[in-house]
Nanobody, 124 residues
């Protein structure tokens, strides 16, 4: 049974930073790629960042490149998303997900397990 629990969301001013964490349970958590997605009301869930099973490869959505950094600590079964230079348009619920693959992917259908999400609100 895989469970993903996000934390670290909150309210921040534009230009500020936050770090999201995703704690994963399950003995094989370190064997798969992980990703972060985000969603706002009425819109499709958007790919934000992905990382390979060993952290050696990463992918980012165009809107966050250069501002967000994904990382993982397999010893702690935790994935992080460092978000810098936040903008009001980054406001969303952020979801952690575990892929079926070892390499990072932007394709939502490749992610089999999802957390409950954590709200990030960026004020202008």
């Amino acid at each position: 049974q895989v469970q993903l629990v996000e934390s670290g969301g909150g309210l921040v001013q534009a230009g500020g930073s936050l770090r999201l964490s995703c704690a994963a349970s399950g003995s094989t958590s370190g064997s798969y790629a992980m990703g972060w997605f985000r969603q706002t009301p009425g819109k499709a869930r958007e790919f934000v960042a992905g990382i390979s099973y060993n952290g050696g490869s990463t992918l980012y959505g165009d809107s966050v490149k250069g501002r967000f950094t994904i990382s993982r600590d397999n010893a702690r079964n935790t994935v992080y998303l460092r978000m810098n230079s936040l903008k009001p348009e980054d406001t969303a619920v952020y979801y952690c997900a575990r892929s079926l693959l070892v390499a990072p992917t932007t394709v939502r259908l490749n992610y089999a397990y999802w957390g409950q999400g954590t709200q990030v609100t960026v004020s202008s």
